[in-house]
């Protein structure tokens, strides 16, 4: 079965302090790899798409990597604004455009 | 920058009764989708609609649920004789092709 794991469930940092949010995924054949952000009472907001073993995205602090079983969501030197839940998604299997979700991380950063 | 617009923004109904959520998908985009999350849960998917007609559905989306695109602009989910276990945020998506999917920011769905 097609499978999306997030882990830690919730991670709290020091404003400054990186760290990374790992996801881990089974599916037949990945045909992306999505990583949202979900605000409190909002809808996923999309940062990033990787296909391939060995790509890699960056957008201001956040750095996206994938290998052939799981997905990092690297975030340097985070700010109180980055607080949020990241959600990782994968396509479903060949031949469907399903998102499939993780349970996503609770990411909390103090000043 | 382009969104996908929902409404209501919550919607409280009793149960039994029937309900019809909104989305306008950003223009340009072909592929319409439905997800939920139930409080504390994963966000799922019901549907997906291409061309004027359900792509593919899960498990989820069964006799009681239907979409329709009633116009080049609107995307609904209509739910019929709600339930108590139907509470939950519905989120509509749309995407070009081959594209990442973007989200509203949901309906919230109150059964009462």
């Known amino acids: 079965e097609d499978q999306v794991t997030q882990s830690p469930e919730a991670l709290r940092l020091q404003e400054g302090e990186s760290s990374s949010l790992n996801c881990s995924y089974t599916v037949s054949g990945l045909r992306g790899l999505f990583w949202y952000r979900q605000d409190p009472g909002k809808g996923p907001e999309f940062l990033f798409t990787?296909?391939?073993a060995g790509e890699e995205k960056e957008k201001e602090r956040l750095k996206a990597t994938l290998t052939k079983k799981e997905s990092f969501l690297h975030i340097t030197a985070p700010k109180p604004e980055d607080s949020a839940t990241y959600l990782c998604a994968v396509h479903g299997p060949y031949n469907t455009d399903k998102l499939i979700f993780g349970t996503g991380t609770r990411l909390q950063v103090f000043p | 920058e382009p969104e996908v617009t929902q409404t209501p923004s919550h919607q409280v109904t009793q149960m039994g009764q029937e309900v019809i959520l909104r989305c306008v998908p950003i223009?340009?985009?072909?592929?319409f989708y439905w997800y939920r999350q139930i409080l504390g849960q994963k966000v799922e998917f019901l549907v997906s609609f291409y061309n004027n007609e359900i792509s593919e559905k899960s498990e989820i989306f069964d006799d009681q649920f239907s979409v329709e695109r009633p116009d080049g602009s609107n995307f609904t989910l209509k739910i019929r004789s709600t339930k108590l276990e139907d509470s939950a945020m519905y989120f509509c998506?749309?995407?070009?092709?081959?594209?990442?999917?973007?989200f509203g920011d949901g309906t919230r769905l109150s059964i009462l």
């Open positions: 990787l296909y391939s």
């Open positions: 998506a749309s995407s070009p092709i081959d594209q990442p999917q973007h």
């Open positions: 223009s340009n985009h072909l592929y």
